[in-house]
Each structure stands twice: as C-alpha cells, then as structure tokens.
C-alpha cells in the first residue's frame, strides 16, 4: 500500500460533502487477476519538480500544453485533475506518448517536466503473492456459484486460477494464488442488497485453506554461448547409427518392436525370405530397365532409316 497525501475537494461534485468520523478500516484490499485489455495507451501523467500554488495551476497547464504542441509532434486531446502529477494527459494517439516517454525528462523555463505513463506513478507498489493453494468454500449459496461471483469472494485475499466445478454443490474447490494465509478468512459472509425495506440477506460460508505451495520462481537466465558456437554438444560416444533398430528392413515394418513382428507371422527365416524376394525383384527391375533402353535404342536406329 502507497501512503500520500492529498486533497479530495478536488473531485467532489458541487454541493456534496466528505463524511468524517467513521471507524473506517484503513484499507481494504482486492486481488485482481490475469492482464486487463490495455485500452488508455494515449493517457500520461506529467509531472513538475516544483508544483505551483493551486491557483496558478490553470495557467501553468495552458503554458504546459502549449509548449509541448510546440516543441513536439503532439496534439493534447484533454487533460484531467489527477492526485499525481499535474494533469493526466490524453494524447491523440499512443505513439505521442511514446515520443514524450524517450524526452523525459524536459528541460522548460517553468520547471523540468517527467512524462510517466499512467499507471505507473505515486500510488505504484509492489504486491507479492506468496503462496499458491486450495480453497474450500462449504454452503456456497448455490444461485452464487458462477465464476464472476467465486472471483469476486477470492478477490479480497488472493487470485482466482481456477474452479474446479463438481457434482457436489455444497462444496466449492477453487485453486488460488493467495497474498498471505494469514489474510484468508475462516468465514467469507455473502451478502445480497435490496431496495425493500433496507434489509438484506446475508450467508456464512465456512472457508478452509487445503494443500499449498509456494509459487513457482523464475527461471534463471538464458546460458551464454559457448567458444565453439554449438549449444547442444554430443553428450558421451554417439554411434553413427541407431543400434536400437533392425537394420535391413525394407518395408513398413522397419524398426517395429519384436511384439508386432510376432504378431504380423514373420520370424526370421520369413524375413530372410522377404529380403531375399526384395533383393531379386530389384534385380529383374534393372535387367527390365535395361532391356528397355536396348529396345528403346533399336526403335530410333528405324526411325533414322
């Protein structure tokens, strides 16, 4: 978790209030899983070493956009209040961002300006997950048991990888990458809202924590090439050929195992008999080839004649 400082008049709409003074948690958090589709690759987030005071930022933004339309090959599309930076910035297209990206950091008269990308600022931070693990859930209300709604109660301690859904309904089995055992309630209460009454429903699912692991690490890195320039040497003697198959085999049992062989009826006095008919076929193919371009031969002396 990032700790800052910040303003959040800022975002109130007009004429609504903060609620102070409740016993609020100091966070809450939730395990997100897989990559999201990346759709705001034209946003950045500008930053300036020295900020202004709150009422000359308007006229250092129009200052800062009309530098960089000028000294760059951008086109500033809109700029938005952020709690990092001076503005997030959404350029025509991403390959503007990208240009700002290489430049940053900016030398300009108001100040130096460092072009980050939008998701990677103040509130950025590391999160290891340290465990992979079973998860049992027992009573799972059963209208509930969907993926969207499983995600959703993994969600607070850990990463959804999979459900294994089964006959049995009672039970939910789902295999997770957890942030911490020690976050992974003995009971996940599900709750389901109406506008009736103000009153609710709520269950109590039993949640047990089965076999685990810790998760897989990286893979060390690539070897470096050796002197000779070959990454795969001859590992020991190597023959030149296989002594594993039969070797003489002409057919489309060559190198079968001696189980099919017996099952096919061949021993080895009829596979001495299939060479030896092999052998003299190819034979009189030669003797006929060579017939043939003897007759072939005579038949253009007559032609000639």
Known sequence: MANFP???????????????????????????????????????????????PLQQVQALLEEIVEFLQ????????????????????????????????????????????????????????ACPYTRENWIMFLGFPLDYQTPDFIKAAVAP?????????????????????????????RSVVISQDTL????????????????????????????PILADGNPHPLHGAVNQVNPNIIQGWQHDLAGAPLAVQADMGIDAQAMADIQNELAAQAAENIDNNANWEEWDNQADELDEQ
């Not at 102070?20 to 690759?41: D, I, K, S, Y």
């Not at 294994?164 to 939910?172: D, W």
């Not at 269950?203 to 893979?219: N, S």
Request: charged share 20%; with cysteine.
């Open 6 to 52: 910040y303003n959040p008049m800022l975002f109130v709409p007009q004429g609504m209030h903060v609620q102070h003074g409740w016993e609020r948690p100091a966070h809450a958090r939730v395990a997100l899983g897989g990559e999201p589709p990346r759709r705001h690759e034209e946003y950045a987030i500008i930053e300036l070493e020295q900020l202004p």
């Open 157 to 185: 301690f850990g990463r959804l990888l999979r459900w294994y859904e089964g006959p049995n309904k009672l039970r939910v089995l789902v295999q997770c990458l957890i942030l911490s055992p020690d976050r992974v309630p």
């Open 70 to 125: 000028l000294q760059f090959p951008v086109s500033v599309v809109s700029a938005f209040p952020f709690p990092f930076g001076i503005r997030l910035f959404e350029f025509q297209n991403p390959v503007q961002r990208a240009c700002l990206l290489d430049a940053s950091p900016i030398e300009t008269d108001f100040g130096v300006l460092r072009v980050r990308k939008h998701d990677e600022v103040g509130n950025l931070r």
């Open 196 to 223: 009736l009454g103000e009153t609710g429903h709520s269950w109590a699912v039993p949640t047990y924590i089965l076999d685990g692991q810790f998760p897989d690490v990286f893979p060390p890195d690539e070897d």
